[in-house]
């Protein structure tokens, strides 16, 4: 299984908004700190608007922060609501009556089961806890005022 580029960069943002928690972080300096286009990080933090994660203000002092507590966000709805499809084969998806052996092998279940459990395990996570006790992250992720 492999996540998005766009939930890579949206948990990413979440933890840098969650170590400068105290102020907005602008776009251009969330794209300079993990060295990736503003347009593709335009597109992270307005999904991340759109799930309720982070605060958008516009203006010239503008920027993103943390719409909730770092405690109060569970890594598992963040992977939910940033990936489109966490279906690893087509009988998990729409597109079951494409697999010859839909409906008859065991496969289909193991694989809907290894992905809810990659989800619980994420669901154990705040977005506190990976950033709480982590000086190294603390320092790299550390925006200048």
């Known amino acids: 299984m492999k996540l998005t580029s766009h939930t890579d960069y ?3 943002v979440l933890m840098a908004l969650a170590v400068n928690n105290d102020r907005l972080i602008t776009i251009e300096a969330l794209a300079e700190l993990h060295k990736v286009s503003r347009n593709h990080l335009m ?5 991340l608007v759109a799930l309720g994660l982070v605060r958008s203000v516009r203006g010239r002092r503008g920027g993103l922060v943390l719409a909730r507590e770092p405690g109060a966000i569970r890594m598992g709805s963040v992977v939910r609501g940033l990936e489109t499809d966490l279906e690893l084969v087509a009988c998990l998806g729409d597109r079951a009556a494409t697999c010859v052996l839909s409906g008859a092998c065991g496969l289909t279940d193991a694989l809907r089961n290894a992905i809810e459990a990659f989800l619980a395990e994420l669901d154990r996570l705040t977005l506190a806890d990976l950033v709480a006790t982590r000086p190294a992250v603390h320092r790299r992720l550390a925006i200048a005022a």
């Open 10 to 12: 949206g948990l990413r």
């Open 43 to 47: 597109k992270v933090a307005q999904s």
